[in-house]
């Protein structure tokens, strides 16, 4: 999960097409007039993927795995339609089903129900919209800013800054996390997937080449303090394939930034070179 910054700090980083606004705005006027469902006007949510994707590449927001050739999504954070085990029943966010502030980059895995076969877990948000108190749940339009939600959302920085991994590449909380924000980040890794058996792994992969590409890094560097004018060059290509591990448009890069602070601040003070890391 990396933190998108385009609800609050920029809007105008979304490139919105021509009349898009506007379209948003009667196709909410349709569904409200009973004119038309809010299915009947998926492709005003579709039409902005493009947009979306442009932020941090065809990365989901959840999960951080770019997505080639599946099927990317336009998640809906507010359920749109029925909310799942909402009591009493819930219909969904509907005036919120064309609002962009809505609107979460994802793959299927995040978005959709899946089962894990390896685990025997099922995840995917689906409809879930879990809160902390259930009575204050939204049923009309402007409540939403008395709900206290339990999923972590990647447009709220302090919500990613609560996502934490083992060097196993388990997803868990932060070691500050409250006990409640604690339950907050096991509620979103569930529903979310972050959990899911092939994309651990993939950070556990991740782990090995960024183990190897610091002690490589570490090797080279004091070659290069000895004299050895090759081995700064080494070092530098070193150095480049941690930073771009940490970039936000790579795979798993709030793993890799958790991973490499991990590793390289206790040395601080006696590896000269981590500077240029951490100070980025």
Same mark, same amino acid.
């Given at each position: 999960m990396r933190y998108i910054h385009y609800i609050d700090l920029d809007p105008n980083l979304i490139e919105f097409p021509e009349n898009w606004l506007n379209d948003a705005k009667e196709a909410l006027n349709k569904v409200t007039s009973g004119e038309a469902t809010i299915e009947n006007l998926s492709r +005003?949510?579709?039409d902005l993927k493009p947009a979306l994707e442009k932020l941090i590449g065809k990365k989901c927001w959840y999960c951080e795995v770019i997505q080639s050739r599946s099927d990317k999504e336009i998640e809906h954070f507010r359920p749109k339609k029925r909310v799942s085990q909402a009591t /009493?029943?819930?219909?969904?966010?509907?005036?919120l089903a064309f609002d962009y502030k809505n609107f979460r980059y994802s793959c299927q895995y995040c978005n959709k129900r899946r089962k894990d076969v390896v685990n025997n877990r099922v995840g995917g948000k689906g409809n879930y919209f879990p809160l902390a108190d259930e009575d204050k749940r939204a049923r009309i339009p402007g409540?939403?800013?008395?709900?206290?939600?339990?999923?972590?959302?990647?447009? +709220?920085?302090?919500?990613?800054?609560?996502?934490?991994?083992?060097?196993?590449?388990? /997803?868990?909380?932060?070691?500050?996390?409250?006990?409640?924000e604690q339950k907050r980040v096991n509620i979103s890794i569930r529903l979310y997937h972050l959990d899911h058996s092939e994309i651990v792994?993939?950070?556990?992969?991740?782990?090995r080449d960024l183990e190897d590409y610091i002690s490589d890094a570490e090797y080279f560097f004091r070659k290069f303090a000895s004299g050895d004018k090759?081995?700064?060059n080494k070092f530098q290509v070193k150095l480049n394939l941690i930073k771009n591990a940490m970039n936000m448009r790579a795979e798993y890069s709030l793993f890799a930034e958790r991973y490499i602070e991990g590793k390289l601040k206790p040395r601080v003070t006696d590896w000269k070179w981590v500077v240029l890391v951490l100070n980025e």
């Amino acid at each position: 999960m990396r933190y998108i910054h385009y609800i609050d700090l920029d809007p105008n980083l979304i490139e919105f097409p021509e009349n898009w606004l506007n379209d948003a705005k009667e196709a909410l006027n349709k569904v409200t007039s009973g004119e038309a469902t809010i299915e009947n006007l998926s492709r +005003v949510w579709g039409d902005l993927k493009p947009a979306l994707e442009k932020l941090i590449g065809k990365k989901c927001w959840y999960c951080e795995v770019i997505q080639s050739r599946s099927d990317k999504e336009i998640e809906h954070f507010r359920p749109k339609k029925r909310v799942s085990q909402a009591t /009493p029943r819930h219909d969904g966010y509907y005036w919120l089903a064309f609002d962009y502030k809505n609107f979460r980059y994802s793959c299927q895995y995040c978005n959709k129900r899946r089962k894990d076969v390896v685990n025997n877990r099922v995840g995917g948000k689906g409809n879930y919209f879990p809160l902390a108190d259930e009575d204050k749940r939204a049923r009309i339009p402007g409540d939403e800013r008395h709900e206290t939600r339990m999923l972590l959302d990647p447009c +709220v920085e302090g919500d990613v800054n609560l996502l934490d991994f083992d060097d196993a590449g388990n /997803p868990c909380p932060t070691a500050l996390a409250s006990s409640f924000e604690q339950k907050r980040v096991n509620i979103s890794i569930r529903l979310y997937h972050l959990d899911h058996s092939e994309i651990v792994e993939d950070r556990k992969s991740l782990a090995r080449d960024l183990e190897d590409y610091i002690s490589d890094a570490e090797y080279f560097f004091r070659k290069f303090a000895s004299g050895d004018k090759e081995a700064g060059n080494k070092f530098q290509v070193k150095l480049n394939l941690i930073k771009n591990a940490m970039n936000m448009r790579a795979e798993y890069s709030l793993f890799a930034e958790r991973y490499i602070e991990g590793k390289l601040k206790p040395r601080v003070t006696d590896w000269k070179w981590v500077v240029l890391v951490l100070n980025e």
